[in-house]
């Protein structure tokens, strides 16, 4: 099973893969991917330099292509699929229909992965891709459970990768517009989901309030973690009930079914966070190398190592953890 | 431009009963909407019509004049879904509306309708999807007039262009019942409760705005799009079908606003306010500006 982990710089990538993993995927610094954070991504220079970095560990460089161009900027894109093409990566990870049949046209020998993005959630929807554009392999949505990821992957003509660990986004994604709903700006069109020029935090009489664009998603009360202000993640009042109405700030950590994704066919484990520090990506690299290589050596016995455990814990929105939509009784 | 608009009534986004929808669409019979939307895109697990029970509805709208078309689930996870869309497709008698590439995959080259959630965003996915028998695209909620009207005309000479003008926005969609969440049960013992709530749940912000709407699976804006004061400009594209959410009975006011100013019988501006009362919801018109979908202008803001 392939670890897939983040890079935002240069400096993270080479982290990440002298701390065990196989692939690690990175986007450019514009808004082609999912992660257009400012400070963030890579330049033609410094992506070559993490092929050539990769490539001599015998590591592997997937390049993020995954928002949706429109009619007047349908260029950048293009350009970024060209850039991604004359560097020699392993596999460009797309959504968007029309930026795939151009990358199949222009790159025939570009590996595709379908990005999460595309929000293919069954083994019919992956077939429409493969079949169009010979995509190899499919990330899964978050909203699928155990039982259905099983079934994707004995179905899927093409490799599975699911989300192991990092920020869960609780709605299908490709088809979240609740970003841009408040803002104007969304994953799909912008590359970022609730961009930090929005977000406001004041304390008040009523407590630390965040904002997103003037709305308030929360407000925390002495003692209480505060998280960043998702939409997905704030309190709002339903019928006199203030609560997380969609989803606490909580992170995926889907570690204690590892031996069944693996017994699924899953073929690789993604981490989410190309926003993270190197030193975030250090320790989840760690724990999840040493999870999957426990896991693949005796998966009957696996049990998720608890000081690995309490290390993802840590890291993670706050401080919970949960298998997300894996869990049946979270759905 | 000479050919006006034809209207067409979205699906039903709710959990409302048979008799609701059956009154529903006695209206929708003899109202000024040419195309009908039928069926569940939010949650399979609504069944107040069988397959067989939408088959006949369907029939008898079409018997009425109106041209018929099944739409499919937007978020496809179970087997069963699967299932039940496959049937559909095989229907024989209405074309379906695609919210999910599964169900184009599944069309194997018959024409069809695609939904917002098949993110059409620029000229090349248009192309791609036409060569597969789309026939009219509905744009990605999000997208603005400019690079709206900018695809529409590059469109392929088979394809149509639906706009939606009225009705709440689909923001969203979740595995997780947002609504059987409020209630704290598990999603395979909802015991159905967002029957109980047939305009959806209104979630507050702590400051009282009416923010979000919870319907199940699905998140909907708490504001209504209006593009009524926009229609005149709308019309002068040559967009061919516009479209009104099958959200609320008032839909059919809506319709006769929205006609009156197509045939030049009243002001966009007038009407534009008047659809502002047809309901208790905020309007806005955000994302047809490119601003944010929430954010309201013109008329809609005095």
Not at chain 2, 178 to 197: I, M, P, V, W
């Amino acid at each position: 099973m392939e670890l897939v982990c983040p890079a935002g710089n240069l400096q993270g990538l080479k982290i990440a893969i002298e701390n065990g993993a196989d692939s690690v995927y990175l986007g450019f610094r514009d808004p082609t991917n999912a992660r257009h954070f400012s400070g963030l991504n890579f330049s033609v220079e410094s992506a070559r330099n993490a092929v050539d970095f990769a490539h001599s560990h015998s590591k592997k460089v997937f390049v993020a292509l995954n928002t949706f161009p429109q009619a007047h900027n349908w260029g950048t894109w293009r350009d970024a699929v060209d850039r991604a093409g004359e560097l020699q990566i392993d596999a460009l990870i797309v959504a968007d229909t029309g930026i795939m049949d151009y990358a199949c046209e222009r790159w025939p020998e570009l590996r595709l992965h379908l990005s999460v993005q595309a929000s293919a959630t069954s083994a019919e929807a992956i077939r429409f891709y493969h079949e169009r554009f010979d995509i190899q392999r499919a990330v899964l949505p978050r909203v699928l459970s155990l039982t259905q990821v099983r079934r994707v992957c004995v179905d899927s003509p093409v490799d599975t990768e699911v989300f192991g660990f990092g920020s869960l986004c609780v709605m299908a994604e490709g088809r979240c517009l609740l970003s841009s709903y408040v803002t104007g700006k969304s994953p799909n069109n912008f590359g970022a989901c609730s961009p930090g020029e929005f977000v406001r935090w004041a304390e008040t009489g009523r407590g630390l309030e965040s904002r997103l664009n003037g709305v308030l998603v929360d407000c925390y009360g002495a003692g209480e973690c505060s998280g960043y202000p998702t939409v997905c993640k704030g309190r709002y009042r339903v019928e006199g009930v203030t609560d997380y109405t969609m989803e606490k700030p909580v992170s995926l950590n889907s570690l204690p079914i590892l031996p069944s994704l693996l017994q699924a066919g899953v073929s690789a484990i993604k981490v989410e966070g190309r926003q993270r520090s190197p030193a975030y990506v250090r320790r989840v690299t760690r724990v999840l190398r040493a999870a999957i290589d426990s896991c693949t050596r005796d998966p009957e016995n696996f049990v998720p190592a608890p000081d690995g455990m309490a290390e993802l814990a840590a890291l993670s929105e706050g401080s919970q953890t949960t298998l997300g939509a894996f869990s049946r009784y979270w759905q | 431009m000479s050919v006006s608009p034809r209207l067409s009534l979205g699906p039903v986004p709710y959990f409302w009963g048979e008799q609701q929808l059956l009154d529903f669409y006695d209206s929708a019979a003899n109202s000024s909407f040419e195309i009908i939307y039928l069926g569940e895109m939010v949650c399979a697990k609504r069944r107040s019509f069988s397959f067989q029970g939408w088959l006949e509805l369907g029939r008898d709208l079409a018997s009425a004049g109106k041209t018929v078309i099944f739409s499919t689930l937007a978020l496809l996870e179970a087997g069963s879904e699967l299932g039940f869309l496959k049937r559909l497709i095989a229907n024989g008698e209405f074309m379906i509306e695609a919210n999910d590439v599964a169900a184009i995959q599944l069309t194997q080259g018959h024409p069809f309708v695609g939904g917002s959630t098949l993110n059409i965003y620029n000229p090349r996915t248009l192309e791609v999807l036409a060569a597969q028998g789309l026939i009219r695209w509905i744009p990605p909620t999000e997208l603005a007039s400019g690079p709206l009207e900018a695809l529409h005309q590059v469109r392929p000479a088979t394809v149509q262009t639906e706009l939606p003008v009225w009705g709440r926005m689909p923001l969203a969609w979740s595995a997780r019942c947002y609504t059987a969440r409020h209630l704290n049960r598990a999603k395979d013992q909802c015991g159905f409760c967002c029957s109980e709530y047939p305009e959806g749940l209104l979630a507050h912000t702590q400051e009282d705005q009416r923010f979000l709407v919870l319907n199940g699976t699905q998140v909907t804006s708490a504001t209504r799009w209006n593009l009524v004061e926009h229609l005149p400009q709308i019309q002068a594209t040559g967009i061919e079908v516009l479209r009104l959410a099958g959200d609320h009975p008032a839909v059919f006011e809506a319709g006769k606003l929205v006609r009156a100013v197509l045939d030049k019988q009243l002001d966009a501006s007038t009407a534009a306010q008047q659809a502002t009362h047809l309901t208790s919801d905020d309007d806005s018109d955000g994302f047809w500006l490119g601003q944010p979908g929430m954010m309201a202008a013109g008329i809609l803001r005095d």
